[in-house]
């Protein structure tokens, strides 16, 4: 079965800071990835994916993430934390084929230090 | 004009109530979803619709019923609500139930039930 792992539950950077979370996953056929943020009290904003493209693919609000086939990986990284980078992030998977569902990650929450 | 706008977003009922909750897109898109965060903001998918067919049913008890009169709306009806059910309850929508498809989200609805 489809699965991804973020490991620990809260990062903590400086404003300024790399930002750098891991997501981790576990597929039999190839993955579809997606990083996803949500603010508090809101939704869930696509913020980037990786659909067998370009291994290193660039979201919104200046996160990037590449895609690791060797290291199973799917990292997010930004180089410098904004202040309105706090916020919960989700790492997901889904796969090719009809009546595909996303599956998601338990989350991490994202804490930015002025 | 809102892509998934769902109603109400703050709700607060007694247990053994019976309430719904309304969802629409105007996206264009065929498939529909309902998803549930818990308290620990964990995700995960209940029910699917494409063109108003069910095409994912979770393991979700049957006091949960979605309905979707079209392929632009797609309610949940939950009878009897028990504690356990207080959650966040997003709709979702996507062109086509196929991986790789971005899945957008509505604003979520906060449900309590006491």
């Known amino acids: 079965a489809q699965s991804v792992t973020q490991l620990g539950s809260h990062v903590s950077v400086s404003e300024g800071a790399l930002v750098l979370l891991r997501c981790n996953y576990s597929?039999?056929?190839?993955?579809?990835l997606f990083w996803y943020v949500q603010y508090p009290n809101q939704g869930l904003q696509l913020l980037l994916k990786y659909t067998s493209a370009a291994t290193l693919v660039k979201g919104i609000n200046g996160f990037e993430a590449e895609f690791k086939k060797s290291e199973t990986s799917f990292h997010l990284t930004k180089p410098s934390a904004h202040m309105s980078d706090a916020a919960e992030y989700f790492c997901?998977?889904?796969?090719?084929?009809?009546?595909?569902?996303?599956?998601f990650g338990k989350g991490i929450t994202l804490s930015v230090r002025p | 004009d809102t892509a998934v706008s769902q109603t109400p977003k703050y709700l607060v009922t007694q247990m053994g109530n019976d309430k719904s909750i309304k969802c629409e897109q105007n996206?264009?898109?065929?498939?529909m979803y309902w998803y549930k965060q818990d308290s620990k903001k964990f995700l995960k998918i209940m029910f699917s619709?494409?063109?108003?067919?069910?095409?994912i049913n979770e393991t979700v008890p049957n006091r949960f019923s979605p309905k979707s009169p079209d392929k632009a709306h797609l309610n949940l009806h939950i009878n009897s609500l028990e504690l356990g059910d207080s959650a966040v309850y997003f709709c979702a929508s996507s062109v086509v139930p196929r991986g790789g498809n971005t899945i957008y989200f509505g604003e979520g609805s906060w449900l309590t039930v006491v």
């Open positions: 996206l264009g898109h065929d498939t």
């Open positions: 997901a998977v889904s796969f090719t084929g009809a009546n595909s569902k996303l599956t």
């Open positions: 619709y494409n063109n108003k067919e069910l095409i």
């Open positions: 597929s039999s056929v190839p993955p579809y």
